[in-house]
Antibody, heavy 120, light 108 residues
Framework: EVQLIQSGPEVKKPGESLRISCKGS????????IAWVRQMPGKGLEYMGR????????DYSPSFQGHVTISAGKSISTAYLQWSSLKASDTAIYYC?????????????WGQGTTVIVSS | EIVLTQSPGTLSLSPGERATLSCRAS???????VAWYQQKAGQAPRLLIF???DRATGIPDRFSGSGSGTDFSLTISRLEPEDFAVYFC?????????FGPGTRVDIK
């Protein structure tokens, strides 16, 4: 079974750094891009960017470029989303999702989400 | 940039009724690039439809998608209790995924 398992909830203070993770299993991790999606409290879905694990190619949405860093560890089948200095407005649920080997792509398999709360 | 508009914002229906959800793009798009997701409270989104009309694996055939150009729709032929949720349409283009604001289907 294809699964994406995300790291647990985080409570952080403004200005702190954070890295959350998304571990793929049940498939060859380097064959599929992984995307990150934000959902702020009570709001809709926002695409943040994606990474191709085979060569670490990365696309960012212009809305998130420069605010987050996406990376991956091929050997451990894990993608990461990282902040160097959190803001209260980063409070949200963050989902990772796997793109199929198809064009145009869609978000086929989703992780369970990681809740990030940023509060002083 | 493509903007997706979904209507209605909320649809109040009873189990067994038919639900028709609309998604309109700000300009004509390739129907292959349109997908629909279901999100239940406290859960991650789940892919229902891709390529505007292809059901994802394991999705019941009461869910169907259609449309072309700027107008797309998701139809649930007979609502089951587990179908009451929020539904998002999505477009992929220029290396970006864009989502509509969602339609909430709740129990009347």
């Amino acid at each position: 079974e294809v699964q994406l398992i995300q790291s647990g909830p985080e409570v952080k203070k403004p200005g702190e750094s954070l890295r959350i993770s998304c571990k793929g299993s049940g498939y060859s991790f380097t064959n599929n891009w992984i995307a990150w999606v934000r959902q702020m409290p009570g709001k809709g879905l926002e695409y943040m960017g994606r990474i191709g694990p085979s060569d670490s190619s990365i696309d960012y949405s212009p809305s998130f470029q420069g605010h987050v860093t996406i990376s991956a560890g091929k050997s451990i089948s894990t993608a990461y989303l990282q902040w160097s200095s959190l803001k209260a407005s980063d409070t949200a649920i963050y989902y990772c999702a796997r793109l199929p080997m198809r064009f145009p792509p869609y978000l086929g398999v989703w992780g369970q989400g990681t809740t990030v709360i940023v509060s002083s | 940039e493509i903007v997706l508009t979904q209507s209605p914002g909320t649809l109040s229906l009873s189990p067994g009724e038919r639900a028709t959800l609309s998604c309109r793009a700000s300009q004509s798009v390739n129907s292959n690039s349109v997908a629909w997701y279901q999100q239940k409270a406290g859960q991650a989104p789940r892919l229902l439809i891709f390529g505007a009309s292809d059901r994802a694996t394991g999705i019941p055939d009461r869910f169907s998608g259609s449309g072309s150009g700027t107008d797309f729709s998701l139809t649930i032929s007979r609502l089951e209790p587990e179908d009451f949720a929020v539904y998002f349409c999505q477009h992929y283009g220029n290396s970006l995924f864009t989502f509509g604001p969602g339609t909430r289907v709740d129990i009347k």
